[in-house]
Nanobody, 114 residues
Framework: QVQLQESGGGLVQAGGSLRLSCVAS????????MGWYRQAPGKQREWVAI???????NYADSVKGRFTISRDNAKNIVYLQMNSLKPEDTAVYYC????????WGQGTQVTVSS
């Protein structure tokens, strides 16, 4: 079993920055992919960014050039640096880990005011 705990959400003005963190515990040595998804009110959960244990990162088009995912494999932490935030980035952000199965964190709220 893998447990994921996010932190770092909050309220920020448009154009501002936030950094999300997600710590994996439990059977974290089995994790391959770690990443972030988000879900805005009334919308489906969508993929934001992922990074493999080998260091390959991919981003949704909507966040390319603004968000950066990084990962500390030794500490089993994944970060999401979010810059130039827009009101449409407002959502609950979920940490995701892929091992033998998928694991999800509880989510952290990010609110961007205009």
């Amino acid at each position: 079993q893998v447990q994921l705990q996010e932190s770092g959400g909050g309220l920020v003005q448009a154009g501002g920055s936030l950094r999300l963190s997600c710590v994996a515990s439990g059977a974290s040595g089995s994790i391959n992919l770690m990443g972030w998804y988000r879900q805005a009110p009334g919308k489906q959960r969508e993929w934001v960014a992922i990074k493999s244990s080998g260091g390959i990162a991919n981003y949704a088009d909507s966040v390319k050039g603004r968000f950066t995912i990084s990962r500390d494999n030794a500490k089993n932490i994944v970060y999401l640096q979010m810059n130039s935030l827009k009101p449409e980035d407002t959502a609950v952000y979920y940490c995701h880990a892929a091992a033998q199965r998928s694991y999800w964190g509880q989510g952290t709220q990010v609110t961007v005011s205009s």
